[in-house]
Nanobody, 129 residues
Framework: QVQLVESGGGLVQAGGSLRLSCAAS????????MGWFRQAPGQEREFVAA????????YYADSVKGRFTTSRDNAKNSVYLQMNSLKPEDTAVYYC??????????????????????WGQGTQVTVSS
């Protein structure tokens, strides 16, 4: 299995940037697709971004497209979410998640919580206006 530990959350002013990190451990980490989700107070958890196990494909929610970028470094067992041009509505607890290879394909399931088997503890991101 995969264990995930997140870091990098904090308080930032609107228009600023943060980079979240997710450190993973596990024998098959490089074969896991990774996703980012967030949950604001009183809201359901929503998809933010995802990246394939190879790093060749990534996906983004419309709300963050052009502002956020996810990447991975399998040699370091780490996944990152670079968040630029942050807005107050980005305030949420951010979670990283791991998905083992399987069916359905990532391309049609990347935005579904049920497609991911392992989750980090979450890290708070607060964007002030």
């Amino acid at each position: 299995q995969v264990q995930l530990v997140e870091s990098g959350g904090g308080l930032v002013q609107a228009g600023g940037s943060l980079r979240l990190s997710c450190a993973a451990s596990g024998r098959t980490f490089s074969n896991y697709a990774m996703g980012w989700f967030r949950q604001a107070p009183g809201q359901e958890r929503e998809f933010v971004a995802a990246i394939s196990w190879s790093g060749d494909y990534d996906y983004y929610a419309d709300s963050v497209k052009g502002r956020f970028t996810t990447s991975r470094d399998n040699a370091k067992n780490s996944v990152y979410l670079q968040m630029n041009s942050l807005k107050p509505e980005d305030t949420a607890v951010y979670y990283c998640a791991a998905r083992r290879s399987g069916f359905p394909a990532l391309s049609v399931s990347y935005d579904r919580e049920s497609a991911y088997q392992y989750w980090g503890q979450g890290t708070q991101v607060t964007v002030s206006s």
